[in-house]
């Protein structure tokens, strides 16, 4: 793969599959030859597999010599955060305490990958149990982002955003905890999704908030992710919170006729905090989806500016219940220089868990403390009930929401390191959507004088995927945003 190649989009790659002018070996090893000539500069892969992957590959263009092949994502390379599990490889979270762990079995989302016939070439880098906004948390060093390696891609999932981004893989899956998905998609200038809670199985997910995470699509265009969310959704016995909806066929809901959609515009995520230049952008974008005979619709969101102090009890709160399990007796690093059982739960954690791990595991404790649940916890579930139902108040006038997805553009590595509480803030404007367990979509709206990208985020009702691909989807198609691509 090489010039213009590498920067097409992954259904433009499976109509060349198709068509029998490419093979998915050709196509999988240029995608390991463009990993290879950029990873040292953007360090977005944890590990690739080349033998598996033209294993994968090799399989795939025989089914398609036999004219058994399985669907359009048949022979395209696909990436996975490593948080979702792939049988035999590595399942790391970007954290010492599982460094040596591989794993016995897949997630679903692993195994309808790889039903589809998708081809699995690598795990990507993250902020350590996807806690992070930056990328910068991980174990094993951060990775970089592709417009400016000198800048931080967006986190947790920042290493499955920069891989699209740099050009080594068409299609990769993240987790969004926070904006996990959107954020970093943003700052990388291309698309991603966080789908309705439920919608996805979680099965097989390193989990950080239960009540939260999400499995969703990062790709170079809208219609990508539409592929990529048809795959991996649908009901999963294996996942509890898994429901049971009908799955629409999103990419023949983009053939539509662009619909006169009400929108709504948050005037609380205009104000103080937002980059002048993002907002010029994402101001822009609004006033097209009006020239197109949309009603932009003033909406209040009244409880948002609360979401931010509630997502930092709930999470850590959830976080420290579920990496509980990692004491080096059940779970991860047993430590060597322990002296007795109760020493070895201290060192063994101590020794296997990052500083920001260790910050949320303390707050989390604390406020399910007894004495203090009431105080925090309790409270701020009645909170989160609250931003939901303004949510579902707005939803009553329009058909979705437009806003920012980040307040800045890709900021400084080392930036924020030492503030967290201005790190918390990058997620602002996506912390919410994950509260009221709404789909939420980033897409490229703009540039920036230093020619970093902007993201415009579009929130939808719960199940609506289609309809808020489909906004997403005309608004792209008036654009060029796509055709840009970093100097790497």
């Not at 174990?139 to 920042?158: K, L, V």
């Not at 993240?174 to 199985?201: E, F, N, W």
Request: charged content about 20%; hydrophobic content about 40%.
């Amino acid at each position: 793969m090489s010039g213009e190649l590498i920067w097409h989009s992954a259904t433009a790659l499976s109509d060349l599959l198709e068509q029998g002018s490419l093979t998915s070996r050709e196509l999988t090893e240029a995608c390991l030859a463009r990993a290879e000539a950029v990873e040292p500069r953007v360090r977005a892969f944890l590990d690739t597999h080349a033998e598996f992957a033209l294993e994968q590959a090799h399989d795939s263009d025989q089914r398609r010599l036999m004219g058994q092949a399985r669907g359009p994502l048949d022979g395209v390379p696909v990436s996975l955060k490593n948080v979702i599990a792939a049988k035999g490889m590595p399942l790391t979270a970007s954290s010492k305490m599982l460094a040596p762990f591989v794993s016995p079995y897949d997630a679903t989302v692993t195994l309808k990958l790889k039903n589809a016939g998708a081809v699995i070439l690598g795990r990507t880098n993250l902020d350590e149990f996807a806690m992070g906004s930056s990328c910068e948390n991980s174990a094993f060093g951060p990775t970089y982002n592709p417009w400016d390696t000198t800048r931080i891609p967006g986190g947790s999932s920042g290493g499955a955003a920069a891989c699209i981004a740099a050009g080594e893989v068409p299609l990769s899956l993240g987790s969004d905890t926070g904006g996990s998905i959107r954020q970093p998609a943003s700052l990388c200038g291309i698309v991603g999704m966080k789908p309705t809670y439920g919608l996805v199985s979680r099965y097989g997910l390193a989990a950080f908030a239960s009540s939260l995470d999400q499995i969703g699509p990062f790709a170079r265009t809208v219609e990508d992710a539409a592929l990529l969310l048809q795959t991996i959704a649908g009901h999963d016995p294996f996942d509890s919170t898994s429901l049971t909806t009908d799955i629409p066929d999103y990419r023949a809901a983009l053939r539509q006729e662009p619909k006169k959609w009400r929108l709504g515009v948050p005037t609380e995520f205009f104000g103080e905090g937002l980059d002048p230049e993002v907002k010029a952008a994402v101001e822009q974008a609004i006033q097209w989806y009006e020239q197109q005979g949309c009603e932009i619709v003033e909406i209040s969101l009244p409880h948002n500016e609360l979401s931010v102090p509630v997502y930092y009890v709930l999470a850590p709160a959830e976080a420290s219940s579920n990496l509980a399990r990692y004491d080096g007796v059940r779970y991860g690093h047993r430590s060597e220089r322990a002296t007795d059982a109760i020493d070895l739960y201290f060192k063994s954690r101590g020794e296997g868990f990052g500083p920001e791990v260790k910050r949320r595991i303390l707050l989390g404790t604390y406020v399910l403390s007894s004495g203090y649940y009431d105080a925090y916890y309790l409270r701020a579930q009645k909170v989160r009930t609250l931003i939901r139902n303004d949510y579902m108040k707005a939803f009553e006038q329009v058909d979705a929401i437009l806003t920012p997805t980040s307040p800045t553009a890709a900021f400084k590595l080392g930036e924020k390191s030492d503030d967290p509480l201005a790190m918390y803030l990058a997620d602002i404007y996506t912390i919410s959507v994950n509260l009221a367990g709404l789909p939420g979509l980033s897409l490229p709206c703009g540039f920036t004088k230093e020619k970093l990208p902007i993201g415009l985020q579009v929130i939808g009702q719960p199940f609506k995927e289609a309809e808020l691909f489909q906004i997403a989807h005309a608004y792209e198609q008036a654009h060029d945003w796509k055709t840009t691509h970093p100097n790497l």
